[in-house]
């Protein structure tokens, strides 16, 4: 009797497995990882993406950083200048994760704002004494001190599609 609630005990598990093993997948969207930088808007902590850029240069620089592949795609290049945002990275001062090993990078117009678009104009921030850096969390930041003549700004023509993926009040 014991030997029989055994088998069947055995042979139920098994149908229950059997049967999990032929239940239809769960459907929706595929998922993927992407690394995400850090970075600040308006003061607040922020994460984004890399996904392409219009510099071949900068799309190794990008990939080799995040190891993650950042698609050259000079094509970017000819958004209007209408359509983009900025991202301000720093090519010297205080030392950090940014792209150039440097701050973290600085956005203006996060999701939610006029002005918003994930495709990025690239500002190139230098600081005319890197002694005396100090961390910006902003875009008014950064122009107060491009007025005060601590930094200068180029834009070296490079767009980046770098989406929001965390934002303060919201995420996708």
Known sequence: MKFNKFVLFVLASLLVVIIAGCAPKASGPAKV???AGKAFAEGKEIFFVH??????????????????????????????????????????????????????????????TDGYSPLRRLNVVSWADPAKATMFTSVDEIIAAQDAGDVTIAQPGVVVNMPFVVWDGGQR
């Open 33 to 35: 990882e992407l690394p």
């Open 51 to 112: 996904t392409e850029v219009s510099d071949p240069d900068i799309a190794k620089l990008l990939s080799d950083m995040m190891t993650s592949p950042v698609l050259y795609v000079p094509a970017l290049a000819n958004v209007p200048d209408e359509s983009l945002a900025n991202v301000y990275v720093f090519a010297n001062g205080l030392e950090g994760m940014g792209p150039l090993g440097f701050q973290a990078d600085v956005f203006d117009n996060p999701p939610g």
